[in-house]
């Protein structure tokens, strides 16, 4: 295997849904039940329970979806660690831990050789690097126990992948630059 050049760490920002207190949960689930409520009504029984409700009963729902929507898509900013490391000929992009979802949990790698790269794009409104091109990967499930499930490594050959960078979490790093000097790949910078 050949030598590492240069290994650049970072952390991506990943957006997740927000903790939400007990009251704001119970909103939450009560606006969900709400409109489940009013769409099967409308749907299996054939009627409108919003109109039929009095004018009190539909301010009172409107304010509530109003307070509750929001929390629905309340969201925080997590710092997700990523390594690029440069070799002669390709790029190894290694998340040790990236989270789908609470029970999707992976560690993830993608080989790019720098002559399968197509593009490489900086947006500076967003903040967002892209990088697009053909790649192997591995993914390395854990399991409840925070260990790597080596039975259930998963293979990809070589596909199409695109990886998009959230990089408003990594102040102070020239990632721009690096990934130029160390890949060859000349950066697309735009403003949107």
Not at 20 to 36: C, D, S, T
Not at 175 to 192: A, T
């Given at each position: 295997m050949e030598k590492v050049r240069q290994v650049i760490n970072f952390d991506e920002a990943v957006k997740k849904p927000a903790d939400?207190?007990?009251?704001?949960?119970?909103?939450?689930?009560?606006?969900?039940?709400?409109?489940?409520i009013l769409i099967v009504a409308m749907v299996f029984f054939k009627q409108n329970l919003f109109s039929k409700s009095s004018f009190a009963v539909k301010i009172l729902y409107i304010l509530f979806n109003i307070y509750a929507i929001p929390l629905m898509l309340k969201t925080k900013e997590l710092a997700s660690p990523v390594e690029f490391q440069f070799y002669d000929r390709y790029l190894l992009v290694h998340y040790p831990k990236k989270?789908?979802?609470?029970?999707?949990?992976?560690?993830?790698?993608?080989?790019?050789?720098?002559?399968?790269?197509?593009y490489a794009a900086y947006k500076l409104d967003s903040n967002v690097?892209?990088?697009?091109?053909?790649?192997?990967?591995?993914?390395?499930?854990?399991k409840e126990d925070g260990e790597i499930d080596e039975r259930s490594v998963k293979e990809e050959g070589l596909r199409e992948i695109k990886l998009n960078f959230d990089l408003n979490l990594s102040e102070g790093i020239d990632?721009?630059?690096?990934?130029?000097?160390?890949?060859?790949?000349?950066?697309?910078?735009?403003?949107?």
């Open positions: 939400l207190n007990l009251v704001e949960r119970i909103a939450v689930v009560a606006a969900k039940l709400i409109i489940l989270s789908y979802s609470k029970k999707d949990i992976r560690r993830e790698e993608f080989i790019f050789k720098n002559s399968d790269i197509d690097l892209s990088i697009r091109g053909k790649a192997k990967s591995k993914h390395y499930p854990y990632l721009i630059k690096d990934f130029e000097k160390y890949s060859g790949i000349q950066v697309l910078v735009s403003k949107g």
